[in-house]
Structure formats: C-alpha cells, structure tokens
C-alpha cells in the first residue's frame, strides 16, 4: 500500500503542477476548512504535534481517505493523502481506477 501512496503522490505532483487538493502551495490555510466542507469532508479534531497539521475525512477517487494540510505560519507548505489498508488486489485496482482518471482529466503522461 506504501509503494501505491507514493506513486499516486508522484504521478498527482505532476499532474497537477503546484496545488493540493484545494489550494495552492503558499496559499492562505484559512479558508481550508470551508473549502473542504465544500467538497463533502469532514474536519477531524487535531491535539497533537505538530500543531500547524489539518486533518479532514474525505474522499478521493471514490475513496475514503484521511486529508492533511500542513500549514506553518498559516500558509500551505505540503500536504498528504492517507488510504485505507487495502489488498494486493484491490491496491492495483485502485492505482488502476486512479490512473485512468486522471488521464481523463490531464491526458496520457509524457
């Protein structure tokens, strides 16, 4: 399931150039939590370290997933995605699913 995290986060960076989600690298975090209601999240309550993480439960690609926007001096420095703990079957039927959208959506990777 790691090796999957890390090539969706690498194939996404790419795709999508320089935004996360719901903003852009540098932006403003205020509006985060409006931004991801929006999106039919929910905000989770966060009491540990580091203090500037925010945490949704959402979903991406059809799939639920745990959101977190990194935010220090309240701006957006990175972000991460968090899926469930799937099989090996349904981890490559993910990637698949996910793959297939997003060239519908960017084209086929250069």
């Known amino acids: 399931m790691r090796r999957l995290l890390v090539l969706i986060?690498?194939?996404s960076t790419e795709a999508i150039a320089v935004?996360?989600?719901?903003?852009?690298?540098?932006?403003?975090?205020?509006d985060v939590s409006t931004?991801?209601?929006?999106?039919?999240?929910d905000r989770i309550p966060w009491s540990g370290e580091p203090k500037e993480l925010i945490a949704?439960?959402?979903t991406?690609?059809?799939?639920?997933?745990?959101?977190?926007?990194?935010?220090?001096g309240g701006v957006l420095f990175t972000g991460n995605y968090f899926f469930p703990h799937d099989s090996l079957e349904e981890a490559v039927n993910a990637f698949r699913?996910?793959?297939d959208q997003l060239n519908s959506t960017y084209g086929e990777p250069a």
Not at 20 to 27: E, I, K, P, V
Not at 35 to 41: D, N, P, Q, R, T
């Open 60 to 72: 991406l690609f059809d799939t639920d997933a745990t959101i977190l926007y990194f935010c220090p």
């Open 56 to 58: 949704f439960k959402g």
């Open 35 to 41: 931004l991801e209601k929006e999106k039919g999240s």
């Open 9 to 11: 986060l690498l194939f």
């Open 97 to 99: 699913k996910i793959y």
């Open 19 to 30: 935004d996360f989600r719901t903003l852009n690298f540098g932006q403003s975090c205020a």
